[in-house]
């Protein structure tokens, strides 16, 4: 068993508190990811798995040990760290070896182990070199080699992709992935990239000031975000936000802001009448159509899509998806509207919740609305 | 063969730079290689110092001094010296150099405090260490006498070995806070990273000492030993001032011997003899940083 539990974790560093009474539970083989901003306690909570900081109150366990006050070489841990941390008067084989011998394990068992950890991570050619003698791309795999080598329960990666040309990062997400599927080993990700969070995890854990936000598979953390924080951090472009006021009118709900007044999908028991904001993703904005009049004020053109920032109002900005195909002016007037279906109501506040009710399977799509 | 033109452009800029470096070429050659030149020339005569008037003798007083005995034991206690004191200046250094890369609470004062001895001048640093080792009224002695270690004062200064482990002890306290600086500037930019993923893989603090740390300071060690060695070698204010050489010539070396020569003696082409062969000496000491140090600039 290898499940990894965060029970009430607190960390402050003098006055500042980094991490926020944390209750995590990372399930066995799982690939967790933890998002978030700089300074929102990802990284602090990893150095705490790691045993590299200490928590100022709360447990840690992994595999129903408590592991608090274990060492960080007792904990059956590996990490990889965002600069690699190669030893770098060391070869790639004295790198990946090394573990295993602070472990005790006789010179002759180490050669078997290494050469199928860099059969494994292509590293067989490049055993002899130095770190300094290696790519990016090629020094990440030996930090992966280094980590996988004497098969730890759990994996601790801390932005390891972040010092990785595009091309390349992208190269090793799908290596990542492949590598979890085959290992079947808990891996924990620390990551501020959205899109390595979506692509690779199990489940995303979004942290902002401290605080875990929400704990939940990719495609529930886009759909149904569970507060206006997560809502704005993840998706490219960001989802429209947009404040008003939210009314009950005869038993429906009802948002009204400058320059768009629509029906809200069902919302919990939790709305109140009041201020309250307006989430619409841009691919939910329609463009060319519906009762939305505004102007086009930026188009983006990225090859496959032309993504429209529309003024609907002073201070009110729509984004929205259109297709290659139909390039916008800047200054044209234009008409949209925004699917209603797919429309998120959060409380107010920068962290306001969302009042949608959980979506359903079969939840019927409603027509699309607008002012 | 292809010759390259210049552009005129190009050949402002060379003139431009030739210009800015001129001043220091010039000072160079006037205090440093016409010394040097002279050194060579007037060790092929026999001078009197006082009048700097002599006759030409060529090789004859390099013949002389590899005939002495007095260059040989100088050259020998040059040598002990110049290992004894270096090596503790490593040793201590290092060591300091390690407790102050700890995050302990006096760090920023001792930090300060330990360039102490290096910033003192010489003549203060031994004046102090002559009355802690005075074998009438030294504080060193009462301490040990009060402890039960001796029965007797020791004569540190003028009994051989203890004159040369004095000498080095102060040489290395006057000297080491330089290892101590260079050390710690090196070890601030070993990243953490490297322990902490050594922490991870089991290395504990002794093994990480090994593993990271030392392997870290390596190249900044060696620039450390050649720079130090060349200094130590040519130390002369502060063992004159200590021993003067004594007891006797138990603890003269080799730049003692040449102010012996060139103002005691008033041969002013012997000690020019003596200190050309010094400084082919120090050559190799020389060839080895330059070479260690260009290594360095290509990787």
Known sequence: MAEVVFKDIVKSFGSFTAVHGLNLTIAEGEFVSLLGPSGCGKTTTLRMLAGLDFPTSGSISIGNRVVNDVAPGERDIAMVFQSYALYPHMTVYDNIAYPLKKRGVRKADR??????????????????????????????????????????KVFLLDEPLSNLDAKLRGYMRVELVELHRRLGRTMVYVTHDQLEAMTMSDRIAVMEGGKLQQ?????EVYREPANRFVAGFIGTPAMNLIDGTLANEAG??????????????????????????????????????????????????????????????????????????????????IQCAVDVSKAHVFAAGPSGQRLNRPLTKDQPRLAKEGA | MSTVRRTPLERQYALIGSLLIAPTVLIFCAVIVYPLVSAVYLSLFQVFTPTLEGSWVGLENY?????????????WTNIVWTVGTLTLQIICGVGMALVLHQNIWFRSIARSLILFPYFV?????VLVWKWVFNDLYGILNHLMIVAGLIDFPVDYLGSMPNAMISVILVGAWKYFPFVVIAVLARLQTIPDALY?????????????????????????????????????????DLIYL??????????????????????????????????????????????????????????
């Open chain 1, 111 to 152: 050669a078997p182990m290494v050469q199928k950890t860099a059969d494994l991570l292509q590293l067989t050619e490049l055993l002899r070199r130095k770190p300094r003698q290696l790519s990016g791309g090629q020094q990440q795999r030996v930090a992966l080699g280094r980590a996988l080598v004497r098969d730890p």
């Open chain 1, 215 to 219: 704990f939940a598979p990719p495609n």
């Open chain 1, 252 to 333: 429906a709900w009802r948002f009204a802001s400058p320059g768009i007044t629509l029906t809200c999908p069902p919302l919990t028991d939790d709305a109140v009448s009041g201020p309250a904001c307006l989430g619409v993703r841009p691919e939910d904005v329609l463009l060319g159509e519906g009762p939305i009049r505004g102007q086009v004020q930026v188009v983006e053109q990225t090859g496959h899509e032309n993504i429209v920032v529309v003024k609907i109002a002073d201070g009110i900005r729509l984004t929205g998806r259109a297709g290659a195909d139909h390039v916008w002016r800047p200054g044209e007037t």
């Open chain 2, 63 to 75: 013949r002389t001094l590899l005939g002495k005995n007095e260059f040989w034991s100088s050259l």
């Open chain 2, 121 to 125: 001048s010489t003549v203060v640093a």
């Open chain 2, 196 to 236: 902490e993923a050594a922490r991870i893989d089991g290395a504990g603090p002794i093994a990480s000492f090994w593993d990271v740390t030392l392997p870290q300071l390596r190249e900044v060690l060696v620039v450390i030993i050649m720079l130090r060695a060349i200094w130590d070698f040519k130390e002369f």
């Open chain 2, 242 to 299: 200590l021993t003067g050489g004594g007891p006797v010539t138990s603890t003269q070396t080799l730049p003692l011997l040449v102010y012996k020569e060139a103002f005691k003696l008033n041969q002013m082409g012997m000690a020019s003899a003596y200190a050309v062969v010094m400084m082919a000496i120090m050559l190799v000491f020389m060839v080895i940083y330059i070479r260690r140090t260009r290594s360095e600039d290509d990787t």
